[in-house]
């Protein structure tokens, strides 16, 4: 049987002033089922009634969100192109490395390790830039460029399913 929230935190609310939160835990268990609440969370709802919150309702949290929309970080992306990945993780409250992952299962990074690669790394001149770009691609398997051949159909299949625009809205 499929219980609410609601209806499992007025069980525990009605049974707060005559019962222990475990007994009550167990009633609701033998009521709607073995794994409907568990002791220590009936007695943190116990601990909540005890100190006045009578509402059944969860709390908004701070912190960052659980998920990040595909879609509106395409959207963010779209809107301005040169954005970071820094300045996206602080619009979107949540990690670089979160916005990054992203970014990659979208295709927007197009060679994850070569980002990986330049991480951290400045330039001063262009000859400079030219010689990591070089021992980047000569450092790579023959698998990397099989798996990159591979993608192509589908890339190409992508682009045109999108009638030039690589990236779909």
Same mark, same amino acid.
């Given at each position: 049987?499929?219980?609410? @929230?609601e209806?499992?935190r007025?069980?525990?609310?009605? =049974?707060?002033? &005559?019962?222990?939160a475990?007994?009550? %835990? #167990?009633?609701?268990?033998?009521a ?6 568990? *002791? #220590?969370?009936? #007695? ?6 005890k100190? /006045? =919150?009578? %509402?059944?309702? =969860?709390?908004?949290?701070?912190g960052?969100?659980?998920?990040l ?8 992306? &779209?809107?301005?192109?040169?954005? !970071?990945? /820094? ?5 979107f409250?949540?990690?670089? *490395? !979160? &916005?990054?992952?992203?970014l990659? #299962? ?8 070569l =980002?990986?690669?330049?991480? /951290? @790394?400045?330039? !001063?001149? *262009? ?6 770009? !070089?021992?980047?691609?000569? %450092? ?7 798996? /990159? ?5 589908t ?5 045109l ?9």
């Amino acid at each position: 049987m499929d219980v609410s @929230k609601e209806l499992i935190r007025g069980c525990l609310l009605n =049974d707060f002033k &005559v019962k222990s939160a475990a007994a009550s %835990s #167990r009633r609701i268990c033998q009521a709607f089922g073995d794994s409907t609440v568990n *002791e #220590r969370t009936a #007695r943190h709802w116990f601990q909540k009634f005890k100190s /006045g =919150d009578l %509402s059944f309702c =969860d709390k908004a949290r701070t912190g960052r969100p659980q998920a990040l929309d595909d879609e509106a970080l395409q959207a963010a992306i &779209v809107e301005h192109s040169s954005q !970071t990945c /820094g300045e996206l993780d602080r619009q979107f409250n949540t990690s670089s *490395e !979160t &916005v990054r992952l992203h970014l990659h #299962r979208l295709d927007y990074l197009l060679f994850h390790s070569l =980002d990986n690669h330049l991480r /951290g @790394k400045s330039f !001063t001149n *262009e000859a400079d830039m030219r010689q990591a770009f !070089t021992d980047f691609f000569a %450092s790579q398997t023959p698998e990397f460029y099989r798996k /990159g051949i591979e993608q192509l159909e589908t890339r190409w299949k992508k682009v045109l399913d999108a009638d030039g625009d690589y990236f779909e809205d």
